[in-house]
């Protein structure tokens, strides 16, 4: 498979062989359903749609309702398609942990959506010094920006400027996480370091 649905649980630390203590997170990675398979023919492209985390059909509307039904499956909380040219991989197939890790696979991305922070000053989100002292007259004026752009010309602040406004909540990447452990009886997986995201949030695993 080219890549997993799962949730985060949170953090850990294990020992490692040298005895060195790891910081590690737990994420929960499937069982996953597949729920659609796209052809070149068809869609123009190869893909597989997998589905995670079961829900209600409250909770599913009418339209998904009839897609998860052709497939097979209990209505599902997160899609999510995968870019891959599949080969016997059918309709209702879940695939778990077990199917995805194998022995050779050491390293993984993940990827999430990152805490939201609201909106924060440019000492916060971009990790500005502020003005510094308060002399020449320049009081209250410590977390501020400072200058923002040229004079009489261009009259104007340019584009990309680094200033204040809403900060996280952004799709990342983490790119070469090792994997430390798996536990295909739990569905879990332990990689090593931080995971973008808060506890119970979404994360998509690819080899």
Same mark, same amino acid.
């Given at each position: ?12 630390? $294990?020992? %490692?062989?040298?005895?060195? *203590?790891? !910081? ?19 869609? +123009?492209?190869?893909? &597989? ?9 409250k ?8 897609h #998860?039904?052709? /497939?097979?499956?209990? !209505?599902m ?8 040219? #599949? %080969? ?11 199917d #995805?890790?194998s022995?050779? &696979? ?13 909106f =924060?000053?440019?000492?916060?989100? @971009?990790?500005?010094?502020g003005?510094? +002292?308060?002399?020449? +007259?320049? @009081?209250?004026r ?13 009259s ?8 204040a %406004? @809403? ?6 990447? &983490?790119?070469?996480? =090792?994997?430390?452990?798996v536990?295909?009886e @739990? *569905?879990? $997986?332990? $990689?090593?370091?931080?995971? !973008?995201? /808060?506890? +119970?949030?979404? $994360?998509?695993?690819?080899?």
């Amino acid at each position: 498979m080219p890549g997993l649905i799962g949730k985060k649980i949170g953090m850990t630390s $294990v020992f %490692g062989a040298d005895g060195k *203590n790891i !910081p590690c997170t737990v994420i929960e990675a499937g069982p996953c359903v597949v729920t659609q398979l796209r052809t070149v023919e068809k869609d +123009g492209y190869s893909a &597989v749609q997998l589905a995670y985390d079961e829900t209600t059909e409250k909770h599913a509307s009418a339209p998904l309702m009839g897609h #998860f039904k052709k /497939a097979g499956c209990a !209505p599902m909380r997160k899609l999510v398609e995968f870019r891959s040219d #599949f %080969g016997e991989i059918g309709l209702g197939d879940k695939y778990t942990v077990a199917d #995805f890790f194998s022995d050779d &696979v050491k390293f993984v991305d993940v990827i999430g959506t990152s805490k939201g922070r609201g909106f =924060q000053g440019v000492v916060h989100r @971009h990790g500005f010094a502020g003005v510094g +002292g308060q002399t020449h +007259g320049q @009081h209250n004026r410590l977390r501020h920006p400072g200058s923002m752009g040229a004079s009489s010309w261009p009259s104007r602040v340019l584009p990309g400027m680094r200033m204040a %406004g @809403h900060m996280g909540n952004e799709r990342v990447k &983490v790119m070469n996480l =090792q994997v430390v452990k798996v536990i295909p009886e @739990h *569905n879990l $997986v332990v $990689v090593k370091g931080s995971v !973008p995201g /808060a506890r +119970g949030s979404y $994360v998509i695993l690819e080899a």
